[in-house]
């Protein structure tokens, strides 16, 4: 019985700390895109988690550039998008 409580406290302390990480998304990606965000992490010392991130935001900052030089093309800031 000492034991089943010691493992049920293991168990929710572990439990816990997993529920205080960053949230994350499955991505589904090719293997060959998978193995290029590979090699550029490397190449960054980015995680790929990082460097998805910093990619997904520059293209979103292009966009934006992009947009604000055509007339009547409107892009939300990425903080009011929807997910």
């Known amino acids: 019985m000492a034991l089943a409580l010691a ?3 293991c168990v929710e302390i572990c439990y816990n700390s997993y529920m205080n990480t960053p949230q994350y998304q499955v ?3 090719w293997k060959t895109t998978h193995r290029i965000l590979r090699q550029i992490a490397s190449q960054t010392d980015e995680s790929l988690v ?3 991130d910093r990619m997904a935001r520059e293209e979103q900052q292009r966009i934006q550039r992009k947009a604000e030089t055509h007339e009547g093309i409107q892009v ?3 903080s ?3 997910d």
Do not use: G, K, M, S
């Open 7 to 9: 493992l049920d406290t």
């Open 27 to 29: 991505l589904r990606i």
């Open 76 to 78: 939300p800031p990425i």
């Open 50 to 52: 990082e460097l998805l």
């Open 80 to 82: 009011e998008q929807r």
